[in-house]
């Protein structure tokens, strides 16, 4: 019995809630529809459009039972609104009033938080500007190469490795400053020391090892300025030409047969290279050939540095301790080799081998026009006659 008395007190409590908020809402619908007239009254019809809204809402929370009497009237005063503003007016205030409550809608969906990461709501409003700092943060840093660039031309004075030393550096100090302002604005604090330190461990663990390597060892390019843009090197056979570009994980080199070559950084750590221009620029050849037995060394000489002089090939001439020279090397079994010395200047545009080439050239029609013979590989075979006597 005491439970349901209990209960139906609660119902009772319940039922006058109801009640009463219905009669709110009677009221609150009687106070709406005067505002409703004055607003039709005074041809206000943003104001109508907004007061209507707010009608048919309500109306959704009335009782069936009261709810008849205030449809009709709405129904009502929409007719005698159609009549003192218009079709057409409603019509374009309804659309332009859809279409606010759309975008305002739209736009919720853009500030809701998906996930919380270190006390902070993370939206996709927040990504999103994110990822337009770091997108910005690249955009800044191409026109800040770009400027520098620019700078280095008017400026003939500084170097082509100091303007990409200082183009790449900044460009990424740019890149980095933008990535931990962006992850800062997600509640990511980029500045904790452990944090970085933890990162990098995890990466080297996951086999980033040659990533930081390559990292370091183009830090360590850029300062040391052993390797420079411009300058013409040699790894192996196949890796030799002029540096393009050095870039911090990689060195651009182009060969003489105008192909580039990309080499990680860690390459001209851990190797053996070969910097032609380091230094000075100029270079000696060294062109071996040949001569038959009985031929004049001094004539040798003469007429191939006579012909040498006389010449249009591009090699250093009159420069005291680097004037052309004609050695004798060895005498071998079928001829007498000497070999030519000769300095030549080293840039983008030499190609060793086809240096070498001219001057074999010249060598080879002086000997000819000169009738000095060019031995070849001669064995002489003894053959002995047995005479069998029966």
Do not use: C
Request: no cysteine; proline share 2%; glycine share 4%.
């Amino acid at each position: 019995n005491e439970h349901e008395e209990k209960k139906t007190i609660l119902e009772n409590k319940i039922s006058k809630t109801e009640e009463s908020i219905q009669n709110e809402l009677i009221e609150k619908l009687k106070v709406l529809n005067k505002a409703v007239i004055i607003t039709l009254a005074n041809k206000k019809d943003k104001q109508y459009l907004k007061l209507s809204e707010e009608i048919e809402s309500l109306l959704a929370n009335v009782n069936a039972n009261e709810v008849a009497v205030y449809l009709e009237q709405n129904i009502i005063i929409k007719d005698i609104a159609k009549k003192i503003l218009g079709n057409t007016r409603l019509l374009l205030n309804s659309s332009l009033s859809q279409s606010k409550s759309f975008f305002e809608e739209f736009g919720r969906y853009f500030t809701v938080t998906i996930f919380v990461f270190n006390e902070q709501s993370i939206t996709v409003l927040s990504i999103l500007k994110a990822l337009f700092l770091i997108v910005s943060g690249f955009f800044i840093g191409f026109l800040y190469k770009r400027w520098i660039y620019k700078i280095s031309l008017k400026w003939p004075n500084i170097s082509q490795m100091s303007s990409r030393l200082t183009a790449n550096v900044g460009y990424y100090v740019i890149i980095l400053i933008t990535v931990m302002i962006s992850m800062s604005s997600l509640g990511i604090d980029m500045s904790s020391i452990s944090l970085i330190a933890g990162a990098l461990s995890i990466g080297i663990g996951f086999g980033l090892q040659t990533v930081v390597s390559n990292f370091i060892a183009g830090i360590i390019l850029m300062f040391e300025r052993t390797i420079r843009i411009g300058d013409i090197i040699e790894i192996d056979q196949i890796s030799k030409g002029t540096v393009t570009d050095i870039r911090i994980r990689s060195t651009t080199i182009k060969t003489f047969d105008n192909i580039d070559i990309v080499i990680p950084n860690s390459s001209f750590i851990q190797n053996n290279v070969t910097n032609w221009t380091l230094d000075d620029v100029t270079r000696r050849l060294h062109i071996p050939f040949g001569v038959a037995y009985g031929t004049k060394v001094e004539k040798v000489k003469e007429v191939i540095l006579k012909e040498l002089d006389e010449s249009n090939l591009v090699f250093l001439r009159n420069i005291e301790g680097k004037a052309p020279d004609i050695r004798l090397e060895n005498m071998n079994a079928s001829s007498v080799d000497f070999e030519l010395l000769v300095w030549i200047k080293a840039n983008d545009k030499v190609n060793p081998s086809s240096i070498r080439s001219d001057f074999l050239i010249l060598i080879y029609n002086t000997l000819y026009k000169y009738d000095i013979e060019i031995p070849f590989p001669q064995l002489d075979l003894h053959v002995k006659e047995n005479i069998n006597i029966n």
